[in-house]
């Protein structure tokens, strides 16, 4: 069992920025790939970004790349989203994902992570 705990939420004005944690139990964190997925209101949940298991791969979704930036401490067994230049359309709820199963690259698809946590809101005002 993996349980994720995200934190970092918030109120924020376009151009902002935000940093997302996620905490993650268990004992081989560092053998998961982590992801980090979104949900706007009437919208289904999409792929944000992705980070292998040593950190030195990472993905983005095309809508994120050059805002966002995904990190991981194995040591604190936490990944990180970073969020920067923000606006209204990046509201939504951010859940974190771990994939225990060795999934292949490139990590986006919903159905390649089986745990998630209980997501945390974003929202960017104009």
């Known amino acids: 069992q993996v349980q994720l705990v995200e934190s970092g939420g918030g109120l924020v004005q376009a151009g902002g920025s935000l940093r997302l944690s996620c905490a993650a139990s268990g004992r081989t964190f560092s053998r998961y790939v982590m992801g980090w997925f979104r949900q706007a209101p009437g919208k289904e949940r999409e792929f944000v970004a992705a980070?292998?298991?040593?950190?030195?791969?990472?993905n983005y979704a095309d809508s994120v790349k050059g805002r966002f930036t995904i990190s991981r401490d194995n040591a604190k067994n936490t990944v990180y989203l970073q969020m920067n230049s923000l606006n209204p359309e990046d509201t939504a709820v951010y859940y974190c994902a771990a994939d225990t199963g060795w999934s292949p690259p490139p990590w986006k698809s919903l159905s390649d992570y089986d745990y998630w946590g209980q997501g945390t809101q974003v929202t960017v005002s104009s």
């Open positions: 980070i292998s298991w040593g950190g030195g791969g990472t």
